[in-house]
């Protein structure tokens, strides 16, 4: 049946063809003479490997391979140099060969949903023009930082794996609009996380989340989910104060970022000859109430933000604990601000 349809194509020099449900356990080598074929579907049936002759579809833009017996990424993709979009959803895929990735350059969606990957190749980021990707219901307990370098990524789904944080480095995903990672164990999202200044549609569902990064009220979010964890509330309770003792590598750097400030300070020339210290102090913070910067987490605090009036949300009302970091216990005295500190339990 599938030969013959093949022959159908080959004779009518068909761009689309269709192998959907056919039962098929492997691929008639005769696949490689339809080299002017834009689309291959052939999900739903039982193959577990191709055929060399594959590598000559180099026209072939589109490929579902979706609900299949594959084991291992097809290394044999790489040489379609002209595929778009992939689809390999509902194989038995564990393991994606990092040089397997090689020659994905136009690859702009790839859909991986309902494998069996424990991990992601350093060579994710070879996907250089990918805008959609999905690896959701797999079983990936972390995502590699080079992941974080394909820029070009606009939506990304990854849930119902066993994800416990994202990569620090977040924020480099610059066109990222939309980012489905709930059904996780992810206890708290990237800081980074606020430099997605695209990112309008986050779903957290269903995670181990206490309260959100400081700059969640810069993003364009149109639509937050956030059900299912274990939110601060706020309700008050007694605390005791402890002493404030700074270590002199913060008071130092204190000092040092506040005579950063001054333009005609001595010190801005001086620390051009000290890259380590320019990157060490480039990881500080800003405290919420008086601005000054800090090296260390002194205070963290929250804020309680209304969905609706301060997030402009459509999706969801209430109120949403949003991080907050304070440089003393004098500025958590002043008055003026409605921030609260933290307690553990």
């Given at each position: ?69 594959l ?31 090689n ?6 969606l790839?859909?991986m ?6 991990t ?101 979010l ?60 480039a ?19 929250v804020?309680?933000?209304?969905a609706?009036?301060?997030l ?18 004098k ?13 553990f339990?």
């Amino acid at each position: 049946m599938a030969d013959a349809l093949l022959l159908l194509a080959l004779k009518g020099q068909s761009k689309h063809l269709t192998l959907c449900n056919k039962n098929l356990e492997k691929i008639p080598q005769i696949i490689g003479k339809l080299d002017f074929i834009c689309q291959l579907q052939l999900k739903n049936n039982k193959i577990k490997t191709l055929p060399i002759e594959i590598c000559n579809l180099h026209n072939l833009q589109i490929l579902n391979l979706g609900n299949n017996a594959l084991e291992e990424f097809p290394s044999l993709l790489q040489h379609l140099q002209s595929l778009q979009k992939l689809h390999l959803f509902g194989n038995n895929i564990s393991l994606i060969d990092g040089n397997s990735l090689n020659g994905f350059k136009k690859l702009k969606l790839l859909n991986m949903n309902g494998n069996k990957l424990k991990t992601l190749p350093p060579e994710i980021c070879k996907l250089e023009s990918i805008e959609h990707l999905s690896i959701d219901k797999n079983q990936l307990n972390e995502l590699p930082v080079e992941f974080c370098a394909l820029i070009t990524l606009k939506e990304f789904h990854v849930a119902a794996n066993c994800l416990t944080s994202l990569p620090l480095e977040m924020g480099y995903l610059i066109n990222l609009e939309s980012l489905y990672i709930q059904q996780n164990k992810i206890r708290e999202l990237p800081e980074s996380l606020g430099k997605c200044y695209r990112l309008r549609y986050l779903d957290v569902g269903a995670n181990e989340l206490r309260i959100f990064p400081t700059e969640l009220s810069s993003l364009p979010l149109r639509e937050l989910y956030c059900e299912e964890n274990p939110l601060l509330q706020n309700l008050p309770v007694f605390s005791v104060q402890e002493e404030e003792i700074l270590s002199l590598k913060e008071l130092c750097a204190r000092f040092v970022m506040k005579e950063l400030k001054d333009r005609g300070s001595s010190m801005r020339r001086n620390i051009r000859s000290y890259p380590d210290v320019r990157n060490m102090l480039a990881q500080s913070s800003k405290c919420a109430v008086c601005s000054n910067a800090f090296l260390n987490t002194w205070l963290e605090c929250v804020k309680f933000v209304d969905a609706k009036k301060d997030l402009r949300l459509v999706s969801m009302s209430g109120l949403i604990p949003v991080r907050a970091l304070l440089c003393s216990y004098k500025c958590f005295n002043a008055a003026g601000h409605s921030y609260y500190g933290v307690a553990f339990p």
